[in-house]
């Protein structure tokens, strides 16, 4: 069975610091696929980035960054130089790529709460 | 960018009456989900369609009904309203190709049942 653990309920820090979002998958599966969503107060996710389960190369977009192991089962998000704008609520996901690609269902993990003071 | 919109931002019903929340996206993609949304629960598929007329249960069907008659709407209907239904609904659409399995949402309708 597919599930994703996210053991950070709320985190909070200071701005400028860096900080990493924990996220450690289960599956079954050979082929799958890891996300990561950003829920702003406005309630409306926005997605951040789609990583395939052959695909283990670390990727940095501006001051984010994402470290994907599949030895530990983990896909870790890392903010560098964090700023107010990305206090939000940060959601893991994965989907398996089942033979009905149609009926391929993302399961979502709990979510971690990011606060950035000033 | 892809654009999926929902009818309502904020909703307020009063128990029994049936509700009507629409989704409607505009990258023409295939399939369209509907989530609920609650504090420590986190999020919940109650359906999804993979086509027009198609619809599958998701995991907390109960209660809820689906109509996709347009590719690019998809319409999560409440029966009889409950208290129990007072939620965050959340639309989200995604293409029908293969690897493309990432999901984009609307703003979602905060629907409150008294």
């Known amino acids: 069975a597919q599930k994703v653990t996210q053991a950070q309920t709320e985190i909070s820090v200071v701005e400028k610091e860096d900080v990493t979002l924990d996220c450690v998958y289960e599956?079954?599966?050979?082929?799958?696929?890891l996300f990561w969503y950003k829920q702003p107060p406005s309630g409306e996710l926005v997605f951040l980035i789609r990583r395939n389960s052959f695909d283990e190369q670390n990727e940095i977009s501006g001051r984010y960054s994402w470290n994907f192991q599949k030895s530990t089962s983990s896909f870790n998000f890392t903010i560098t130089a964090s700023q107010v704008v990305d206090s939000a609520v940060y959601f893991c996901?994965?989907?398996?790529?089942?033979?009905?690609?149609?009926?391929?269902?993302?399961?979502f993990g709990s979510g971690t709460r990011l606060s950035i003071r000033p | 960018d892809v654009k999926v919109t929902q009818s309502s931002r904020y909703l307020v019903k009063r128990t029994g009456e049936k509700v009507f929340l629409e989704c409607v996206q505009d990258?023409?993609?295939?399939?369209m989900f509907w989530y609920r949304q609650d504090p420590g629960l986190g999020l919940r598929l109650i359906y999804f369609?993979?086509?027009?007329?198609?619809?599958e249960k998701g995991d907390i069907p109960e209660g809820y009904s689906v109509s996709r008659e347009k590719k690019e709407r998809f319409s999560l209907i409440l029966e009889s309203a409950s208290t129990n239904q007072t939620s965050m609904y959340l639309c989200?659409?995604?293409?029908?190709?293969?690897?493309?399995?990432?999901?984009?949402f609307g703003p979602g309708t905060r629907l409150t049942v008294t």
């Open positions: 989200a659409s995604r293409p029908g190709s293969a690897g493309r399995y990432e999901q984009y």
């Open positions: 599956t079954r599966d050979t082929t799958y696929y």
């Open positions: 990258m023409d993609h295939e399939n």
């Open positions: 996901a994965l989907s398996e790529a089942s033979g009905y690609s149609s009926a391929s269902k993302i399961i």
């Open positions: 369609s993979y086509d027009v007329k198609m619809k």
